[in-house]
């Protein structure tokens, strides 16, 4: 999905031939994360994927 794009609830939908929980999807719509334990390996990875589909990842320290 793309934040700000006409309906990426539809286009997901779509996407996945599937129906989708609107209370999961409410809590996935978001530019800010889930808050998450701190990984043992002190260490996440962020993955930005842009609407062409470009990917890039990067791993921090925590």
Known sequence: YFLGANDPYKALKTTLKAEI?????????S??????PKPK???????????????????FRV
């Open 21 to 29: 929980n609107e209370d999961a999807w409410a809590s996935l719509n």
């Open 31 to 36: 530019d800010t994360s889930r808050p998450f």
């Open 41 to 59: 390996s002190g260490r996440i990875a962020v993955k930005v994927i842009n609407h062409l589909g470009d990917e890039v990842m990067k791993v």
